[in-house]
């Protein structure tokens, strides 16, 4: 009677271990993902960047402003609502770039560039700023790249 159930039990190991094992074979039916529409007027998200992409050549490259080295052209300036930019020239010949949220609930960032390279900020959501106020009102959404000469990312 004991070898009948031990005989009993190993086949019913062989025979789930089977049916996990053609489970994990089998590729599991996906649902369909339901997609939602994008409201009016508001753009597409572009694919993210990661180091090694280039900026200007992508789709990102609609949303980025060059605000370092030189002097921040009237159009970056235009996007930096909410923010003011503090530069610190460093003794190995990089550039600090600060840029200091004037809302407290806004992240600081600093960004480091290397002669050679730009700093970019990125802003997708022109919408979500009161330029009339100089707040930014959708907080952590915005950012800087930085690239080399060629628009390659750092």
Known sequence: ????????????????????????MTPAAVAPTQMTARPSGMPA????????????TSAMAQ?????????????????????SVKTTALPDGSTQI???????DDQFQSYVI????????IEMTPADDKQDQDKD?????????ITD????MQ
């Open 98 to 104: 600060d840029l200091v949220p004037k809302d407290s």
């Open 63 to 83: 949303y980025a402003y060059k605000i370092a080295p030189g002097d921040i052209p009237a159009a970056s300036q235009k996007v930096l609502t909410g923010f």
């Open 114 to 121: 290397k002669i050679g390279e730009s700093l970019y900020f």
């Open 149 to 152: 000469a060629q628009g390659v």
């Open 137 to 145: 009102l959708n907080y952590r959404d915005d950012y800087g790249i």
């Open 1 to 24: 009677m004991k070898n009948v159930i031990i005989a009993v039990l190993v086949v019913a190991v062989v025979v789930e271990g089977y049916f996990l094992w053609k489970k994990k």
């Open 45 to 56: 998200r572009p694919p993210l960047l990661s180091k090694g992409d280039n900026l200007l």
